[in-house]
């Protein structure tokens, strides 16, 4: 696929100003016999399919050259392009929650998200996420599409997010995650003691009755994780985990497959499970945890402007370090007994 390319200056006019948007791009392969819409919210997912389905129907985006319709069904290879008007993201409101910045430039943020904090603003949070806190940090923000959020993590995942402060970057930073140019790492304290690490490789899609979960489907889309063994106790394991693709709760999903399920994962959980002989410590730090354990430590990309490597690690949340500090303890006393 070639990477969506942008040719919209920043404008100069206020936050509140809307922006104007120039992108194209080419339909990869993979994405054959899919719908237009579809296909766009795949390759531009910084957008709604709402609103790329609105520019389609008005023209504003285009199918080798033809206007198209939104159902209208992609073969791979055909030219896109987008001009459209980019609406300023003021209104939502700019709130004033604090935020670990771990790497500024004029062109991009990095944040490190705390757990129990919503990305986007959406019907069951009107306020108090991410996106808020976005726009209060840097109210330039607004000029770009979703506070200039390319990516997310779920509201009780922790860690390392990339965040655009141009639309140039923005553009720029969507085409290197749809190439799967941004490395992301991740910490799993995962159920059960693993002797290695090895590879997933099950494709994943929309459970097929509760439409709020995602699971292992054989006509699901091509998914793929790693992990390894970064360090094991008497009942868990603390895996380094990354991502060859990146599906909705695709961590979460494979490890629940392969019968190590996160701890504290209230969706694909499997309950709580206690080393023989837990001390009472322990019991209570496990049975006090209840979301998943699932940190995105570090983040790599080449900058969107030089091309130098950044490269950002965010500190593990103060919850799952004590968890893990309760396992090593566990397991250097049971050593001292054996």
């Given at each position: 696929?070639?990477?969506?390319?942008?040719?919209?200056?920043?404008?100069?006019?206020?936050p509140d100003s809307p922006t104007s948007e120039s992108i194209a791009l080419e339909i990869p392969a993979q994405l054959a016999g899919r719908r237009f819409d579809q296909a766009l919210a795949e390759l531009l997912p910084q957008y709604s399919r709402s609103r790329l389905s609105t520019w389609i129907r008005a023209g504003q985006?285009?199918?080798?050259?033809?206007?198209?319709?939104?159902?209208?069904?992609?073969?791979?290879?055909?030219?896109?392009?987008?001009?459209?008007?980019?609406?300023?993201?003021?209104?939502?409101?700019?709130?004033?929650?604090?935020?670990?910045?771990?790497?500024?430039?004029?062109?991009?943020?990095?944040?490190?998200?705390?757990?129990?904090?919503?990305?986007?603003?959406?019907?069951?949070?009107?306020?108090?996420?991410?996106?808020?806190?976005?726009?209060?940090?840097?109210?330039?923000?607004?000029?770009?599409?979703?506070?200039?959020?390319?990516?997310?993590?779920?509201?009780?995942?922790?860690?390392?997010?990339?965040?655009?402060?141009?639309?140039?970057?923005?553009?720029?930073?969507?085409?290197?995650?749809?190439?799967?140019?941004?490395?992301?790492?991740?910490?799993?304290?995962?159920?059960?003691?693993?002797?290695?690490?090895?590879?997933?490789?099950?494709?994943?899609?929309?459970?097929?009755?509760?439409?709020?979960?995602?699971?292992?489907?054989?006509?699901?889309?091509?998914?793929?994780?790693?992990?390894?063994?970064?360090?094991?106790?008497?009942?868990?394991?603390?895996?380094?985990?990354?991502?060859?693709?990146?599906?909705?709760?695709?961590?979460?999903?494979?490890?629940?497959?392969?019968?190590?399920?996160?701890?504290?994962?209230?969706?694909?959980?499997?309950?709580?499970?206690?080393?023989?002989?837990?001390?009472?410590?322990?019991?209570?730090?496990?049975?006090?945890?209840?979301?998943?354990?699932?940190?995105?430590?570090?983040?790599?990309?080449?900058?969107?402007?030089?091309?130098?490597?950044?490269?950002?690690?965010?500190?593990?949340?103060?919850?799952?370090?004590?968890?893990?500090?309760?396992?090593?303890?566990?397991?250097?006393?049971?050593?001292?007994?054996?």
């Amino acid at each position: 696929m070639s990477a969506p390319e942008s040719t919209s200056p920043q404008s100069d006019s206020s936050p509140d100003s809307p922006t104007s948007e120039s992108i194209a791009l080419e339909i990869p392969a993979q994405l054959a016999g899919r719908r237009f819409d579809q296909a766009l919210a795949e390759l531009l997912p910084q957008y709604s399919r709402s609103r790329l389905s609105t520019w389609i129907r008005a023209g504003q985006a285009t199918l080798a050259g033809k206007p198209a319709r939104p159902r209208d069904l992609v073969s791979g290879g055909e030219a896109v392009r987008l001009e459209a008007e980019v609406e300023p993201e003021l209104r939502f409101a700019a709130q004033d929650i604090p935020l670990d910045v771990l790497h500024r430039d004029r062109d991009v943020l990095v944040v490190n998200k705390p757990p129990g904090l919503v990305v986007h603003p959406g019907a069951g949070n009107p306020g108090g996420t991410l996106q808020n806190a976005l726009l209060s940090l840097d109210p330039e923000l607004a000029r770009v599409p979703r506070a200039g959020i390319v990516h997310r993590l779920d509201k009780d995942t922790s860690g390392a997010l990339v965040i655009a402060r141009t639309l140039a970057a923005h553009t720029k930073l969507v085409a290197m995650l749809a190439e799967r140019d941004v490395h992301r790492r991740y910490v799993a304290l995962v159920q059960g003691a693993l002797i290695a690490g090895g590879s997933v490789r099950a494709a994943i899609g929309r459970h097929a009755r509760d439409r709020l979960k995602m699971a292992v489907r054989e006509d699901g889309r091509e998914s793929v994780t790693h992990y390894r063994v970064r360090e094991r106790f008497r009942a868990h394991t603390l895996l380094q985990v990354e991502l060859e693709t990146g599906r909705t709760h695709q961590i979460r999903v494979h490890l629940a497959h392969i019968r190590h399920g996160i701890v504290g994962d209230p969706m694909y959980g499997s309950g709580l499970k206690l080393p023989k002989g837990a001390g009472a410590a322990l019991v209570e730090g496990l049975r006090a945890f209840r979301r998943q354990a699932l940190h995105a430590e570090l983040l790599q990309f080449a900058h969107p402007r030089s091309g130098r490597e950044i490269s950002v690690e965010a500190p593990m949340p103060p919850d799952y370090a004590a968890l893990v500090e309760l396992l090593r303890a566990d397991a250097a006393d049971a050593s001292r007994r054996a």
